[in-house]
């Protein structure tokens, strides 16, 4: 028995994707032995857990944190599923990230093209996954290897409605991300009241130069608790 499969693009991020970008995305390897065996299978084919997994893990309660993770979580891959999970939990408001598209959509080692198209498409398939309930936070990718091609996809990002974005942990293009070719980046996050994926706060400071005076004085003042619903 084989012990892993390959996936390229999954049929949900497929749906928001060029085909040229579904051709050059790299393999997905997926464990065939295990307790997560075949489960991607089963997200592929039914877009939902099993009426009796499900059944399992509501049986959880408020522990359901304590159960299964990742794909076999409930609400892994189902917004619906998702839904019933931040009830059960109580929660407010969650942050919904990627689990596998980062590392195509922020890989240093893959062409230009692919990564932007990688991001593009996750970004879709995000905006649907979050659309039917306002608690989820969808955050976006967002390379920032090419500056033309971010502040485009960065204007998609706030027309789908993602509220915050997830940038690479690396120097893009050879610059850090306190360099001044990225201030309309910040600054654009700054106007539209967006957090800027893992960026420091303080760093910031730097980078406002091309936002207004007002959007300046809202993004530190409310220190982002207004993405949050938390503002007083």
């Not at 464990?31 to 499900?54: C, F, M, Q, S, T």
């Not at 049986?59 to 189902?78: M, R, T, V």
């Not at 303080?202 to 220190?223: C, K, N, P, V, W």
Request: a negative charge; hydrophobic letters at 45%.
């Amino acid at each position: 028995m084989p012990t892993a499969t390959s996936w390229n693009c999954l049929a949900f991020i497929a749906e928001h994707a060029d085909p040229h970008v579904c051709e050059r995305w790299p393999p997905i390897k997926v464990p065939r032995v295990g307790k997560l065996a075949n489960l991607l299978d089963e997200a592929e084919r039914d877009r939902a857990h099993a009426p009796a997994h499900i059944a399992e893990l509501a049986a959880l309660g408020d522990k359901l944190l304590s159960g299964p993770k990742g794909y076999a979580a409930l609400g892994a891959f189902n917004s619906d599923e998702r839904t019933r999970a931040l009830d059960m939990l109580g929660f407010a408001r969650q942050l919904v990230f990627a689990t596998f598209s980062e590392s195509t959509a922020l890989a240093e080692r893959l062409p230009i093209e692919t990564r932007y198209g990688a991001a593009r498409a996750q970004n879709g398939a995000m905006a649907e996954f979050c659309s039917k309930d306002a608690r989820l936070m969808g955050v976006a990718l967002l390379p920032l290897d090419d500056m033309p091609a971010s502040i485009a996809e960065l204007e998609q990002i706030l027309r789908l409605g993602l509220k915050a974005v997830w940038i690479p942990h690396r120097p893009c293009g050879g610059r850090s991300p306190g360099h001044n070719e990225l201030d309309p980046i910040w600054a654009r996050l700054a106007e539209a009241h967006a957090e800027g994926g893992r960026q420091p706060l303080e760093r910031f400071t730097a980078s406002l130069t091309h936002a207004s005076e007002s959007a300046r004085t809202r993004f530190y003042s409310q220190d982002f608790a207004d993405l949050f619903g938390l503002a007083s």
